[in-house]
Antibody, heavy 121, light 110 residues
Framework: QVQLQQSGPRLVTSSDTLSLTCTVS?????????WGWVRQPPGRGLEWIAS???????YYNPSLRGRVTISADTSKNQFSLKVDSVTAADTAVYYC??????????????WGQGTMVTVSS | QSVVSQPASASGTPGQRVIISCSGS????????VYWYQHLPGMSPKLLIF???QRPSGVPDRFSGSKSGTSASLAISGLRSEDEAEYFC???????????FGGGTKLIVL
């Protein structure tokens, strides 16, 4: 059974960097699929942030490009997200998830537990 | 503002049939499969419908999905109180090279 376990601080100070890690068990992240981050601000819909493929290729939502970095550590079977220069607008529940691409790209079949990150001033 | 549009809310009484719509564009829904998720407060989203109309094992046949052109819909028949949740659609977007999501529809069972 594939499981994703998120870790990282729930409170980040404005202008600092938000860092989250997703540890995968039951499947090797270098074996296939895309591994991504999605967030949901309070009262709003889900927004895709970034994804990394099994071969290490990265994709970013243009609305966040320049502030976001996604990376993977295959030795630990983890992938991570960093968001620089955070503001109150980055306050959201952050999820990591496994998904496909193309026709199956909308299938996020395994999700992390979610982390409510609050940006404080 | 989401790339894919959904009504903010929908409602129905127990036993009724409710339909939730999802409208996108040629770069997402028009070109790729649509997926539907049920999202309960404090939980991670649960896959409800995959490849437009297929149900994962364990999802009741009260839930059904369809797609036509750049739009899709989720139908829930025999509405139950436990169906009260947020529902959102998702599809791959070829221009973004990432998934896009509808804004979510909060279903209220009266």
């Amino acid at each position: 059974q594939v499981q994703l376990q998120q870790s990282g601080p729930r409170l980040v100070t404005s202008s600092d960097t938000l860092s989250l890690t997703c540890t995968v068990s039951g499947y090797s992240i270098s074996s296939g699929y895309y591994w991504g981050w999605v967030r949901q601000p309070p009262g709003r819909g889900l927004e895709w942030i970034a994804s990394i493929t099994d071969s290490g290729k990265t994709y970013y939502n243009p609305s966040l490009r320049g502030r976001v970095t996604i990376s993977a550590d295959t030795s630990k079977n983890q992938f991570s997200l960093k968001v620089d220069s955070v503001t109150a607008a980055d306050t959201a529940v952050y999820y990591c998830a496994r998904h496909g691409s193309g026709w199956t790209g909308g299938q996020l079949d395994v999700w992390g537990q979610g982390t409510m990150v609050t940006v404080s001033s | 503002q989401s790339v894919v549009s959904q009504p903010a809310s929908a409602s129905g009484t127990p036993g009724q049939r409710v339909i939730i719509s999802c409208s996108g564009s040629s770069s997402n829904i028009g070109d790729n499969f649509v997926y539907w998720y049920q999202h309960l407060p404090g939980m991670s989203p649960k896959l409800l419908i995959f490849r437009n109309s297929q149900r994962p094992s364990g999802v009741p046949d009260r839930f059904s999905g369809s797609k036509s052109g750049t739009s899709a819909s989720l139908a829930i028949s025999g509405l139950r109180s436990e169906d009260e949740a947020e529902y959102f659609c998702a599809a791959w977007d070829g221009r973004l090279s990432g998934p896009v999501f509808g804004g979510g529809t909060k279903l209220i069972v009266l």
